[in-house]
T-cell receptor
Framework: AQSVTQLDSQVPVFEEAPVELRCNYSSSVSVYLFWYVQYPNQGLQLLLKYLSGSTLVKGINGFEAEFNKSQTSFHLRKPSVHISDTAEYFCAVFPSGTYKYIFGTGTRLKVLA | DGGITQSPKYLFRKEGQNVTLSCEQN?????MYWYRQDPGQGLRLIYYSQIVNDFQKGDIAEGYSVSREKKESFPLTVTSAQKNPTAFYLC?????????????FGPGTRLTVL
């Protein structure tokens, strides 16, 4: 069975500070990896995805993530956050040979002035 | 503009009533999905459809039903058999059946049972 773990349910950080949101997964098959962002009372929007190739993936809004196969992790980073980055962030995996995403429980990022 | 629309944005239901949530997409996507979102639980898959006139149960299908009579539409009915229906419901679509496809999400419907 596959699973996704986002250990941090909430992450407070001051504006212009760096942030890392952690994501670990477990899977017996190869997976594709995604990060989505959800602003209050809205749907999810894709930030970035890892399919193959370079393990460092750059996405929208200055976010990037690094795939680490040995540690089964896909942590999301941003060197300097803005107030507008306040949102909930979801890590998801798409196991090879299936037709559905498995989502983590989300990390609520709160950027403080 | 292409996208996914969900209606209504807010929905109130009395216990014992069935309600239908609308999901429409004009992206010409083959696959469509319904998720339920509860605080602290992430997204859980209710039903998905890979092609018109075909759909499969997800992880929490009990108390829900769907239809896929048209490519652009995938309505979800929350029946009275669903014991705890109060939640935020998200519809999504993707171009095909490939696992590399990005899913595009609608704005959601918040259902409250009174």
């Amino acid at each position: 069975a596959q699973s996704v773990t986002q250990l941090d349910s909430q992450v407070p950080v001051f504006e212009e500070a760096p942030v890392e949101l952690r994501c670990n997964y477990s899977s017996s098959v190869s997976v594709y990896l995604f990060w989505y962002v959800q602003y209050p009372n809205q749907g999810l929007q894709l930030l970035l995805k890892y399919l193959s190739g370079s393990t460092l993936v750059k996405g929208i809004n200055g976010f990037e993530a690094e795939f680490n196969k040995s540690q089964t992790s896909f942590h999301l980073r941003k060197p300097s956050v803005h107030i507008s980055d306040t949102a909930e962030y979801f890590c998801a995996v798409f196991p090879s040979g299936t037709y559905k995403y498995i989502f983590g429980t989300g990390t609520r990022l709160k950027v403080l002035a | 503009d292409g996208g996914i629309t969900q209606s209504p944005k807010y929905l109130f239901r009395k216990e014992g009533q069935n309600v239908t949530l609308s999901c429409e997409q004009n992206l010409n996507h083959d696959a469509m999905y319904w998720y339920r979102q509860d605080p602290g639980q992430g997204l859980r898959l209710i039903y998905y459809s890979q092609i018109v006139n075909d759909f499969q149960k997800g992880d929490i299908a009990e108390g829900y039903s769907v239809s896929r009579e048209k490519k652009e539409s995938f309505p979800l009915t929350v029946t009275s058999a669903q014991k705890n229906p109060t939640a935020f419901y998200l519809c999504a679509s993707s171009p095909g059946q490939g696992s590399t496809d990005t899913q595009y999400f609608g704005p959601g419907t918040r259902l409250t049972v009174l």
